[in-house]
DNA sequence: ATAGTCAGCTTAATCGTTTAAGCAAATAGG
DNA sequence: CCTATTTGCTTAAACGATTAAGCTGACTAT
């Protein structure tokens, strides 16, 4: 059986003190509460003879605060949101938090019930990335002084903190550099999402065809549903490839888009870059093992998590004054999957 | 400015009763501790119109229950532990639990903070995937009668409740699914690590190699760093490919292995599966973009999730007898990457 | 009439901490 | 020597819930 874990108490009564000297001792706030030296000296050493750990639960009762921070992603399993979630685990602990990270499926209801799962549990903070049709909750949030900060999207129309990718910008680049590389008709493949940032990458590709004097052709432009990716992945690749006006580049809007799409290619033997070049979102491992290495808009997922765990604890601890909205730019890694297209010789 | 939370004390208040009245009926004690009809439904009514949420601190404090589960992984963002990770994560929910992560980056050290961080936050038990050199740790939580669960790696001579995968039998038909499509000098690259879950995958390997008639040749069987993968992986491909008597088939012993080695083979211009035919360990999107679909052992991530949670669940509420030790099978889910042997025509 | 039972509530302790307030003894200031 | 101040400690409330124990009045049974 386990000894009952030490408490305050016990340290008191060994050290035949009351449990605030203790308390002060061990929060080192004996020169405020003018404990003796030589008590204070026996109280630590007692602590440490008797293996003390504080217990958290307690302290978060008397406190109302958890040190905890909740994260909401779409889906922990995701590549992309993995490694954010590795990061920001791995800052908050650089600043004594804990990290409950849930995965909301890009749902709006999975996403409620998280919060208030969360929400009971005290957290003291949230950093979210946003799911479609969330904006409601964001806004409860702020109307209930919850801190947050929103990773990666945002609302644009809602005054709220947030550490974000430029998008619009992101995507821009990764069209202009298929225009410079000679691409004429570059497609993109997209989800049907009305969140900004999905509506901000989409923008980004048209304005870069038009800066680039493509005039932007409503085909060459798929929207899907998340929820039917691997279907309508399939559908929106054959109707660009297989027909008179074929794409000769594709850009895909997020990782997860591209490993369908990539691995339909494959099915459908269209070589990359010779039949169609790629240009995508997210960054993975697997981009690097693809025949062709994937170029790929390289998200700086480090600072994003980092940002805004610093973001959030800062709110935490000086509570807010202006909110900060901090955009990022994603870096265009070229690789061969856009290499600039040769002459077809005939 | 958020209205203060509503508590019990509130509700009752409101109700004109005492906080007790209001514990029992909303804990649907009402029959036992004999509460009366009408007032219960006006606490219950009172609570709804106040949106009363429990505390679940106050809770936890009262009750040493945290209904929290602390999960020790690797690594968040490699991918066979992400898919875990999510799988604990939904099954802990629907079982009232929330998880918190932590990653240990196979690390002793790292791995015994976040224990300790964890107990302190008072988790009522653990499913852990050990690091190297922590069975001490492992021991003392034994000996803290902590409940915990080993997942996917276990100590054999250790008595613990676990659920794994057969690492032995894995790797014993990875390598005989080789040998019977015709490969006759087959290479493992493997961590050199002390993990029983490694030795027995080394084992199997040997064993099936001994069945199959071919000699186990050490020059074959490549031990390599976690901490130096990248480097060590290159070496160990080129001395296994770059003989005379080349290998004409390697076995990755886990999925990082594999993505390491499989980048390098295709650097090296070296052909999956005609120079060398690859199966491997984990599985991922990765092996399905490779040019040449992966053969890979699939482990039951799924049944490994679910089972761990619902071995620690049950160890939770019934408190333990005898320990459970799950072993369960992985899955050859054969591609080309290791396709019958062609007779090489000269 | 009188004790016993029971329904329906309240009281108060408890979990482990923190911290404002208070008290007694020692010291300082004049 | 007498009054302030300082030093070093204790007391007790509080955080929000749970729950054993107790209290009161009504009803039952004899």
Known sequence: MSAKRTSLKDIAQEAGVSTALVSYVLNGKEKESRVGPEIAAKIRAIAIALNYQPNHVAKSLRSGKTQTIGLIIADISNPFFANIARIVEDEAKRNGYTVIIGSSD???DKSRD???VLINRQVDGFIIVSAEDSAEQVQLLKEKNIPFVLLDR????????????DHYRAAYDGASHLITNGYRRI????????????QERIRGYQDALKDGGLPFQKGYLKKIRFTHIEQEAKVAIDEL?????PVDALIFATY???INGLIYLNEQKLNVPDDVAIVSFGQAEAFDLYYCPITY??????LLGQTSVSLLVKKLKESPKEPAQILMNAELVARNSSKPKLIRQI
């Open 154 to 165: 945002y609302f644009p129309d809602m005054q709220t903190d947030f550490v974000s990718t």
């Open 256 to 258: 997860g888009l591209a």
């Open 297 to 302: 808009l390289k998200q700086p997922i480090d």
């Open 114 to 116: 998280l919060l208030n």
């Open 241 to 245: 490839t297989k027909t008179d006006k």
């Open 106 to 108: 890009e749902n709006a």
């Open 187 to 198: 497609g993109m493949i997209a989800y049907k999402s009305a969140m900004f940032h999905m």
